[in-house]
């Protein structure tokens, strides 16, 4: 029996499901489902649609159901800079805000200033360089 292994790529413009499997030594790569994403305008910001995300990722899985590919392990690659915050309740506080919005404008400057002020490395946790769509610069004017 096949085991099957789910990649979810979520990219700025589309995202899509690849299934994985092992066959004769090698890896076979199948793509099963793919869906539009974009971000649009609500509340004046730029922000990604979750819900809408979170129902292309559930069609993307029963499109392996359907197939009769259950996948024993899923991942989800996203953009990994943009994020939203929860409340104690773990419910969402405020829009997905997306990294192209214009609220962080100005916003590097100031992180540049004051990283560089105290004498830190500018790389973050993973390796990346500093650029002002980075969650680091948004942090610190939030209540």
Known sequence: MK??????????????????HMEDGKMVLEEVYRFPNGMQKRDGEKVWDIEALFEAVLAGMKKCRELG???VSV????????????????QRIGNAVAYRD????????DHLRRLRSRSLRIRD?????FAYFLIGPELKPLP
């Open 125 to 129: 946790a993973r390796g990346a360089c």
């Open 69 to 71: 590919k259950i996948p």
């Open 102 to 109: 214009d609220r962080t404008k100005g916003m590097d400057e």
């Open 3 to 20: 085991r099957y292994y789910l990649a979810i790529d979520i990219g700025a413009s589309s995202g899509r499901h690849i299934l994985g």
């Open 75 to 90: 991942g989800i690659d996203t953009w990994a800079v943009d994020f939203v915050l929860l409340d104690k309740d773990d």
